[in-house]
Nanobody, 128 residues
């Protein structure tokens, strides 16, 4: 059973937008850094964007800066990834992950260290 639940994936044309959501049905995400990772066909899983449990600071990998925005709604216990100006290179399975905030900072988390929980993923396909 997956601890996190992602939603919002789908198929879009280049330049389109999608909004991904990550929730934790069984616990609050307030004490966790939360991040989005993606795995393209034939590639390894890479960090995309993460948000801090404490001050809401964020980090983005270079190839999504200016196009993607991560945000957190504490009342809804949800973390979002707004993806604009999507490119075919963004095609991947997108995964949500959560890490207890004292384990690593968000930069290390987005490098792939310390994740406590994962979702099963949601597929994003960008093609014309």
């Amino acid at each position: 059973q997956w601890q996190l639940v992602e939603s919002g994936g789908g198929s879009v044309q280049p330049g389109g937008s999608l909004r991904l959501s990550c929730t934790a049905p069984g616990f609050t995400l307030n004490d966790y850094h939360v991040g989005w990772f993606r795995q393209a066909p034939g590639k390894g899983r890479k960090g995309v964007s993460c948000i801090s449990a404490s001050d809401g600071s964020t980090t983005y990998v270079d190839f999504v800066k200016g196009r993607f925005t991560i945000s957190r709604d504490h009342d809804k216990n949800t973390v979002y990834l707004q993806m604009n100006s999507l490119k075919p290179e963004d095609t991947a399975e997108y995964y949500c992950a959560a890490t207890r905030h004292w384990v690593v900072n968000i930069h290390r988390m987005c490098q792939g260290y310390g994740q406590d929980y994962w979702g099963k993923g949601t597929l994003v396909t960008v093609s014309s």
